[in-house]
């Protein structure tokens, strides 16, 4: 007797089933999960939305929304889905984890860095959650604490790339570049062509200042990889460094011409222009980055600073201001200077 195949289910079979049965929550939650392997997200939602009015006290609904808004990078929504299950007294280490992910999506890393710890106490043995919450920290700033972790993680998993590589960016942050270049040469026998290793290798190099080899990096990466505006930009800073200026600006120009709201190309690239006293292009470089970075006070101070080369001090002072009003030192001091130079 032939076997009898069973056939899949259709989109409009889970949609008739759910029509069915309103009141069964695995049904209507099985269609939600089809809509959302058709690649129809709005209708998923809104499905999940006609549920909470049904089920009220579901707590699984708000779980549903957040995994929902996470898969579509709607990550604020996400966040507060994940809060109010956490809430809801909903915690698992899946919940907190995903919680995590969301809050580091949205900006939020303080909260992203509790919401990983929360989610390691539930689950200790999680490597991922730990992973994360090393990266959360390295990005905040806390690249010592990112080290313990990784470090007291590294015996158990001494053939993890993503460990290795995390934990040579954070010696890397530490401005210890021997370690560093240990983890990353480990990291490379296990993936000897990854792109992210070796643009890492580039980079340390780069902080190092082992210019040559830097340079030589970056030579490799782009002969291998293509011209990724990252590479190009930081060959370009190798090369000033270098006081090679001429290519180094080639370099900035090509990297903004494939990426145009590349803010540090376009930050490096007014630096070298100002210092070569092209000041109206140095302003215009300041000036597009600060749109897309308006607090950022290195471009704040650099804005001022090519003002006054260009002898417009009412300008200069505007921008030294903000600078000023966001701590920053030099540009107080300097407007402390304009100040006593006026009288």
């Not at 920290?137 to 015996?155: A, C, F, H, N, Q």
């Not at 001022?304 to 080369?309: L, P, Q, R």
Request: net charge neutral; charged share 30%.
């Amino acid at each position: 007797m032939p076997e009898r195949r069973t056939k899949k289910p259709e989109l409009i079979d889970f949609i008739c089933a759910a029509e069915n049965n309103p009141g069964d929550f695995k049904t209507r939650m099985e269609l939600v999960g089809a809509y959302q392997n058709h690649g129809q997200a709005d209708r998923a939602m809104k499905e999940l939305e006609g549920m909470a009015e049904e089920f009220p006290r579901e707590p699984r609904l708000l779980i549903a929304r957040g995994n929902l808004c996470l898969r579509n990078r709607k990550w604020g929504e996400a966040v507060n889905a994940y809060e109010a299950a956490v809430k809801g007294n909903v915690q698992t280490h899946e919940v907190c984890h995903n919680l995590g992910i969301a809050c580091r999506g949205a900006g939020q890393n303080e909260n992203a860095a509790k919401a990983f710890s929360a989610a390691i106490m539930l689950k200790p043995d999680s490597l991922e959650s730990h992973l994360c919450l090393a990266s959360v920290l390295l990005e905040t700033g806390k690249s010592e604490e990112s080290v313990g972790i990784l470090e007291g993680l590294r015996p158990q998993h001494c053939a993890n790339v993503h460990l290795l590589q995390l934990l040579a960016a954070a010696c890397g942050k530490k401005n210890d570049y021997f370690k560093a270049m240990i983890y990353i040469e480990e990291a490379l026998k296990q993936a000897p062509e990854d792109r992210n290793l070796l643009a890492l290798k580039a980079e340390v190099l780069l902080q190092a200042n082992r210019l040559e080899e830097a340079a030589a990096e970056y030579e490799r990466l782009i002969e291998k990889f293509g011209e990724a505006p990252l590479f190009l930009c930081n060959r370009g800073l190798v090369r000033e460094t270098m006081g090679d200026r001429q290519a180094a600006l080639r370099d900035y120009d090509r990297s903004l011409e494939i990426d145009p709201d590349n803010i540090i190309a376009r930050t490096n690239r007014g630096m070298l222009l100002a210092g070569t006293g092209a000041t109206g292009r140095a302003i215009n470089d300041f000036e597009e980055a600060l749109k897309a970075q308006p607090e950022n006070t290195l471009l704040l101070h650099n804005l001022g600073v090519a003002f006054i080369k260009r002898g417009d001090f009412d300008k200069a002072k505007i921008s030294l201001k903000k600078a000023c009003r966001l701590k920053n030192k030099p540009s107080c001091d300097l407007l402390r200077k304009m100040s006593q130079q006026e009288k």
